[in-house]
């Protein structure tokens, strides 16, 4: 899936006449972080976008800010993102508003999510964005469905909340202070899962046959990668259930990419 979408991005950037930049802000040292951006690197070149890692190192939310205003004024950038984990006193909500909403190809800027809610056209968090092609793909019927998300965050939970709405699902949103998870998360044909926590969702949280969209990445002592959900234990109930690594996370790098190309042939046309 992630394949056909960087092989329509590579098509669409034929048509330009410049190489678009995407930027990639990194205000903290932190090996997980450096893999991922690593990984944004090379998807982008083997599409034709030239990716410009910035590395600050403990910087103060005033620095973050400057250095995103930059990005976003320097015509040769087309697309920008802050990455995570943000250091101590920086929230992304604050350094976020700060990224043109031209060039906020991974909607950190809380106006795209007001956009996003406004149903106008926008770049949603490319995770979000990420679960909606992944059900998109597998033709999971959305109009009617009920659809639960598990997480509210402005980078994941929100956005895809608000991008099943557009698709006529009826949506629920769970987070750390819902009564009776299990209860609500059983009664859907779409459960998408993003908390962060290893394993938290169990067989019981789960209806028979549901479509379950995996979206965590925790990294385990070995090195690797668990989701959110205990895969052993959902995989013999749910109709389908994406997997860790290998699942919501190669799209999401497809469709920052996607969003990078998009924002360059916008920019281009508004001159």
């Known amino acids: ?9 590579t098509a669409a950037l034929a048509a330009l006449d410049f190489t678009p930049t995407l930027a990639v802000l990194v205000p903290t040292r932190d090996e997980a972080t450096a893999w991922y951006v690593r990984s944004i690197e090379r998807a982008a ?25 930059a990005l976003s004024a320097d015509p040769s950038v087309h697309g ?53 092609e992944v059900l998109r793909h597998e033709r999971v019927p959305l109009e009617g469905a009920h659809a639960v998300v598990v997480g509210r965050s402005t980078v994941v939970g929100k956005p895809a909340a608000l991008l099943l709405l ?8 769970c987070h750390s202070r819902t009564a009776d998870l299990a209860a609500v998360t059983s009664s859907a044909d779409v459960l998408v899962v993003a908390v962060g926590r290893p394993g938290f969702v169990g067989a019981e949280h789960v209806k028979p046959g549901a479509f379950v969209v995996d979206v965590g990445t925790n990294p385990t002592p070995d090195g690797s990668l668990v989701g959110d959900v205990d895969h052993a234990a959902v995989a013999p109930v749910a109709g389908r259930l994406t997997p860790v690594p290998g699942g919501v996370g190669p799209v999401t790098t497809a469709m920052l990419l996607r969003h990078t190309a998009n924002a360059a042939q916008v920019i281009a046309a508004d001159g």
């Open 1 to 9: 899936m992630a394949a056909s979408i960087t092989s329509g991005v």
């Open 45 to 69: 070149r083997k599409v034709g976008i030239a990716c410009r890692v910035v590395q600050l190192d403990d910087p103060t939310p005033a620095e973050v800010a400057a250095r995103l205003d």
């Open 166 to 173: 557009e698709e006529n699902a009826t949506v629920t949103v």
């Open 80 to 132: 920008v993102i802050c990455q995570t984990p943000l250091p101590a006193g920086v929230t992304l909500d604050e350094v976020g508003a700060h990224i043109d909403p031209r060039k906020d190809v991974d909607g950190a800027n809380p106006a795209s999510l007001g956009r996003l809610a406004a149903g106008l056209p926008t770049y949603p968090p490319a995770t979000a964005a990420a679960v909606l």
